[in-house]
């Protein structure tokens, strides 16, 4: 059984959701996302300051087997990213719901966040 923290929110695409209390949302890949790519070497993050549309690709990781891109989960303004995890990708592998978080996203539409799926239903997706 995957690793899923019920605290979080989850989408198809295997990204996390963390709703922070000043109402930003930290997101991520899943552990079952890095499981299945493997050793991740590289990992490409959006622009601070960009908008993006819910689903729409905004980043890339790269691991030893392939290349993967990581989807916005919601809607909304990119207002912090994680360098830590471009010069420490192999953070994705190591702790996917602590350090490795990817980007941190204003959403355009904070309900949005209570339609996406829980760590039970994202589990029954699998």
């Known amino acids: ?13 295997h990204e996390w ?7 930003i949302i930290t997101v991520g890949i899943t552990d079952h996302a890095q499981d299945l790519l493997g050793d ?5 993050l959006p622009e601070v300051g960009r908008n993006v549309a819910a689903d729409e690709e905004v ?6 087997k392939a ?4 989807y916005a989960p919601i809607a909304g303004e990119i207002v912090e990213i994680n360098e830590e995890l471009v010069d420490s990708p192999e ?24 339609s996406l ?3 039970e239903e994202y589990e029954g997706s699998l």
């Open 1 to 13: 059984m995957s690793n899923i923290p019920s605290d979080l929110k989850y989408v198809a695409s």
């Open 17 to 23: 959701l963390k709703l922070e209390d000043n109402g």
């Open 40 to 44: 991740v070497v590289f990992v490409e």
């Open 59 to 64: 980043a890339v990781v790269e691991s030893v």
């Open 67 to 70: 290349a993967s891109d990581v």
């Open 91 to 114: 953070l994705a592998n190591e702790d996917p719901y602590g350090k490795a978080w990817f980007f941190k996203v204003k959403p355009a539409n904070p309900a949005d966040y209570d």
């Open 117 to 119: 799926m829980t760590a």
